[in-house]
Nanobody, 115 residues
Framework: QVHLVESGGGLVQAGGSLRLSCAAS????????MGWYRQAPGKQRELVAAITSGGVTNYADSVKGRFTISRDNAKNTVYLQMNSLKPEDTAVYYC?????????WGQGTQVTVSS
């Protein structure tokens, strides 16, 4: 089992920044990749950014150039630095960890961007 705990969400004005953290614990050996997803009201959950165990990153087109995913292996933590936030970034943000054959999810953290 892998346990994920997100933190760092909140309310910010458009153009502002937030940093989300996701701390992993439990059976974290051989986690292949970790990522951030988001789900806005009435919409499907979508990938925001992901990072592999080797450090390869992938971003949704809508956040490229604004968001940065990184990981601190010593702390078993993944971060999502979000800059130049827009109202359309408002959503619940979920951390996930993929460890074949299972994907684990955190409980989510709310990000609200006011115009």
């Amino acid at each position: 089992q892998v346990h994920l705990v997100e933190s760092g969400g909140g309310l910010v004005q458009a153009g502002g920044s937030l940093r989300l953290s996701c701390a992993a614990s439990g059976s974290i050996f051989s986690i292949n990749a970790m990522g951030w997803y988001r789900q806005a009201p009435g919409k499907q959950r979508e990938l925001v950014a992901a990072i592999t165990s080797g450090g390869v990153t992938n971003y949704a087109d809508s956040v490229k150039g604004r968001f940065t995913i990184s990981r601190d292996n010593a702390k078993n933590t993944v971060y999502l630095q979000m800059n130049s936030l827009k109202p359309e970034d408002t959503a619940v943000y979920y951390c996930n960890a993929h460890k074949i054959p299972t994907t684990y999810w955190g409980q989510g953290t709310q990000v609200t961007v006011s115009s």
